[in-house]
């Protein structure tokens, strides 16, 4: 079906403000989201929103858009992130990665799709919303491009929500997914430090130290079989684990003293941390069985706990009422990367979170936007608005 708002979408808009972000170089670390400030400031202030600015640390800019119609006793936020990747290996790319290029209908650059290209269609969705009802509506629509995404969000939607205390009652977040595939879930994650301590000798008499990386490799090597339990919420796929750093040693004729691995769980609602840890320690005990001098520390480095949204939740529901009269295919998973969605989930928001294109294309080389999915998304997400804001809903 073609959408009322498909006339209000515009192309060339679309391919400005990407081409116009992407050129502001925004890697994190450091970050630098100030400089696409006055890009995104003129781009809220067409829409008629208020706009705030937030900063945790100097240069790490938050901007906040808001616009209230009626009551404004409903409320809807968008969040995108202005901060990107590094590009990586520059040989990779075929084009200079802050120097946007077209090619077709793909738009090329780094942070062309995350999640600038997104931050382009949410914009031109709630656009097309407000040109449709004539900027008449019952509530408030948030617009936020956030900082600090990429490295944790700490200085991001961490920072707004709890310090700020930036509230909104539910939320779109373009930042996974795909455009025929909605999250609405995460896995939570464990990330643990496991070190080993041992004593350091000669390489040539070992007998008189403790390797400290013996005991480490027989518990990575036990992680393999881990079993954590058995039962978790339907809609996740099981956890998972991986098993990202281990170090330890300073050359090939001295006995290491200490040792050290990374380990990263991916656990679904059902799954807890104690789950996870009791699962280490029996790992480390049965190392002890083989190395009595096993002495291996944890230490919990980052945890995050799984969500999934209520499919009955308005948001979810609206968005599903716009996508069947739209006529697009719609998938909603779980995932077992996190996006801000669960911060916001976190302090009682629930959020969808979609692409308007390919989450496979983020972080990689030659990473492109998809024009006509980014004006999909934007149609998408103006029919989501409507269904939202539409009066005894």
């Known amino acids: 079906m073609l959408s009322k708002y498909a006339k209000h979408v515009d192309e060339k808009k679309i391919i400005s403000i990407v081409s116009d972000l992407v050129r502001e170089n925004t890697v994190n670390p450091p970050g630098n989201e100030h400089r696409v400030k006055d890009v995104v400031t003129r ?24 616009l209230m119609r009626g009551s404004g006793k409903k409320s809807l936020g968008f969040v995108s992130h202005m901060d990107t990747v590094p590009p990586g290996e520059r040989e990779l790319w075929t084009s200079d990665p802050f120097e946007p290029v077209l090619r077709g209908r793909r738009l090329y650059g780094r942070g062309a799709l995350d999640d600038k290209g997104s931050f382009a269609a949410v914009y031109s969705a709630v656009r097309a919303f407000l040109a449709e009802c004539g900027g008449e509506f019952d509530g408030v629509i948030y617009l936020i491009a956030a900082a600090d995404e990429e490295t944790g969000s700490e200085l991001g939607v961490i920072y707004l ?29 464990v990330q643990l430090e496991l070190v080993s301590k041992g004593v350091q000798a000669h390489g040539s008499t070992p007998e008189l130290g403790r390797n400290a990386l013996l005991p480490l490799a027989c518990v990575v090597d036990a992680l393999r079989d881990v ?18 750093v281990v170090e330890g040693g300073s050359a090939a004729n001295i006995v290491p003293a200490r040792a050290r691995a990374a380990v990263d769980f991916r656990i679904p609602e059902g799954l807890t941390l104690d789950d996870v840890l009791r699962a280490v320690g029996e790992c480390i005990a049965a190392a002890r069985g083989r190395y009595d ?18 499919k009955n939740a308005p948001i979810v529901r609206n968005f599903e009422t716009a ?4 006529g697009m295919p719609m998938k909603y998973v779980t995932i077992g990367g996190n996006t801000v969605a669960k911060n916001l989930y976190e302090v009682g928001i629930p959020c969808i979170t979609h692409y308007p294109g390919n989450d496979e294309l983020a972080h990689a080389p030659n990473e492109y936007a998809d024009i006509d999915d980014l004006m999909a998304g934007s149609v998408l997400y103006a029919e989501t608005l409507e269904e939202y804001f539409r009066k005894n809903n």
Do not use: C
């Open 43 to 66: 781009l809220m202030k067409e829409l008629g929103m208020e706009v705030s600015y937030y900063e945790k640390k100097p240069g790490r800019t938050n901007v906040v858009g808001k």
């Open 161 to 189: 929500v709890e310090e700020v205390g930036l509230r909104f009652d539910a939320g779109i977040i373009p930042d996974a997914g795909k455009l025929h595939e909605a999250v609405y879930g995460e896995k939570g994650v």
């Open 227 to 244: 079993k954590l339990g058995e039962k978790w919420h339907e809609e996740f796929d099981g956890w998972t684990m991986n098993v990202g």
């Open 293 to 310: 001098y096993t002495d291996i520390d944890v230490k919990v480095t980052h945890q995050s706990t799984p969500h999934i949204v209520d």
């Open 323 to 326: 996508r069947k009269r739209l």
